[in-house]
């Protein structure tokens, strides 16, 4: 099993540009997760999906869209990046269980110039 | 509305030498709390979480965290480190009452084992 995979790995866009993150997991979890990560602020919920064909904003949605394909990918959308989206992203899924365990991905790189 | 405060990012350690991260919420309802690790590079990985039960909580390689309600705190305590214990500890806490898994993160707190 690969777990939850992210890519691209790294991305630099210039401001103004659009792009999409893609995450997909194969564990079978029905809530996926969007979260960034910058230094000192440690991980915000940006999207979460409890379940298929559900979304929900978390605590920093702004500037960010989010698609629930199917139950295995979840994708996060920047219309049009700004440097202060400049930062780590990371995809995370788990079951919908309140105590279970989150599962992330690798995380994604993004630079915005 | 529930948070986790981190006090402490960065705790310098010599290898073989006892640390303790500190680690405290604040939620008006009954939670379940967790510290994930973050290695170098990689994503987050569940250390050990606290559901109910013992308030003693125990990794498979040697760190213990330990609830305490009354000082609403979850300390992660581990008696010899190693250089590989190397990373970013991030405190988690969710709401009891929620069926969904939201979890709020801390600051997290970066652990240098140094020889």
């Known amino acids: 099993n690969a777990g939850v995979t992210q890519t691209p790995k790294f991305q630099v866009l210039k401001t103004g540009q659009s792009m999409t993150l893609q995450c997909a997991q194969d564990?079978?979890?029905?809530?996926m997760y969007w979260y960034r990560q910058d230094p000192g602020m440690g991980l915000r919920l940006i999207y979460y999906?409890?379940?298929?064909?559900?979304?929900d904003k978390g605590e920093v949605p702004n500037g960010y869209n989010v698609s629930r394909l199917n139950k295995r990918e979840f994708s996060l959308r920047l219309e049009s990046a700004a440097p202060s989206q400049t930062s780590v992203y990371f995809c995370?899924?788990?079951?919908?269980?309140?105590?279970?365990?989150?599962?992330f991905g690798p995380g994604t790189r993004l630079t915005v110039l | 509305a529930q948070s986790v405060t981190q006090l402490d990012s960065q705790v310098p350690v010599f290898e073989e030498a006892p640390v303790e991260l500190r680690c405290n919420y604040s939620?008006?309802?009954?939670?379940?709390l967790f510290w994930y690790v973050q290695y170098p590079n990689q994503g987050l990985q569940l250390l050990l979480k606290?559901?109910?039960?013992?308030?003693l909580v125990e990794s498979i390689n040697g760190f213990e965290a330990e609830f305490n309600k009354s000082q609403t705190s979850f300390h992660l305590r581990k008696p010899s480190v190693h250089i590989s214990d190397t990373a970013e500890y991030f405190c988690?806490?969710?709401?009891?009452?929620?069926?969904?898994?939201?979890?709020?993160f801390g600051t997290g707190t970066r652990l240098l084992v140094s020889p």
């Open positions: 995370a899924s788990s079951e919908v269980l309140a105590g279970g365990e989150q599962f």
């Open positions: 564990m079978n979890h029905n809530s």
């Open positions: 999906s409890a379940s298929e064909g559900t979304t």
């Open positions: 939620s008006s309802v009954s939670v379940y």
């Open positions: 606290y559901l109910s039960g013992s308030t």
């Open positions: 988690a806490v969710t709401e009891e009452v929620t069926g969904f898994q939201k979890l709020v």
